[in-house]
T-cell receptor, first 112, second 116 residues
Framework: EAQVTQNPRYLITVTGKKLTVTCSQN?????MSWYRQDPGLGLRQIYY???????DKGDVPEGYKVSRKEKRNFPLILESPSPNQTSLYFC???????????FGPGTRLLVL | AQSVTQPDIHITVSEGASLELRCNYS??????LFWYVQSPGQGLQLLLK??????LVQGIKGFEAEFKRSQSSFNLRKPSVHWSDAAEYFC??????????????FGTGTLLAVQP
């Protein structure tokens, strides 16, 4: 089954404790993205990757890092999480061209 | 600036009534337009998309949307709403503007409640 998976689905952590949210897709897609969803703001892009070893900032990259060592994986790293990073995070992928973006199930993060 | 506006934050309709959710966009190139639905506690599911061609597009679950270039709109419609349609709906625009083909710009969402 074609899908985007994220882990963990729920995470509670404390300020400053580094964490990684993993994202994996099995569709051989070149493009992958991370978004965060906040009430009243919709979804905003954090980072995206156009292929292995190619990443770039989205609209709200501050406080986040990403890497793309393999085509299928695109982890989101919070080196020093802060409470304002409490949010619902979505990973997405799509193939080359005008194809649809497929979204993962989301990761709900609470930073205390 | 590229943007998507969903003017209705919250809409309540009766089951069996018709539905129209509004979406207006501002985009510097030919837009690709999408509607996604998010049920409580769930991820995003694509309802329908418009890339080119026929401006009336059909989607899943009986939804349709019409692209009107002159009005920069892509409104979502359903002739008869079911209780299971209660969810949050997001309009999004993407395309080749500025070379950022990977980016989707989302509206802030419309929360749909369905009365019995």
């Amino acid at each position: 089954e074609a899908q985007v998976t994220q882990n963990p689905r729920y995470l509670i952590t404390v300020t400053g404790k580094k964490l990684t949210v993993t994202c994996s897709q099995n569709m051989n897609h070149e493009y992958m993205s991370w978004y965060r969803q906040d009430p009243g703001l919709g979804l905003r892009q954090i980072y995206y990757s156009m292929n292995v070893e190619v990443t770039d900032k989205g609209d709200v990259p501050e406080g986040y890092k990403v890497s793309r060592k393999e085509k299928r994986n695109f982890p989101l790293i919070l080196e020093s999480p802060s409470p304002n990073q409490t949010s619902l995070y979505f990973c997405a992928s799509r193939g080359r061209g005008r194809e649809t973006q497929y979204f993962g199930p989301g990761t709900r993060l609470l930073v205390l | 600036a590229q943007s998507v506006t969903q003017p209705d934050i919250h809409i309540t309709v009766s089951e069996g009534a018709s539905l129209e959710l509004r979406c207006n966009y501002s985009y510097g190139a030919t837009p690709y337009l999408f509607w996604y639905v998010q049920s409580p506690g769930q991820g995003l599911q694509l309802l329908l998309k418009y890339f080119s061609g026929d401006t009336l597009v059909q989607g899943i679950k009986g939804f349709e949307a019409e692209f009107k270039r002159s009005q920069s709109s892509f409104n979502l419609r359903k002739p008869s709403v079911h209780w299971s349609d209660a969810a949050e709906y997001f309009c999004a625009v993407g395309g080749n503007y500025g070379g950022a083909t990977n980016k989707l710009i989302f509206g802030t969402g419309t929360l749909l409640a369905v009365q019995p």
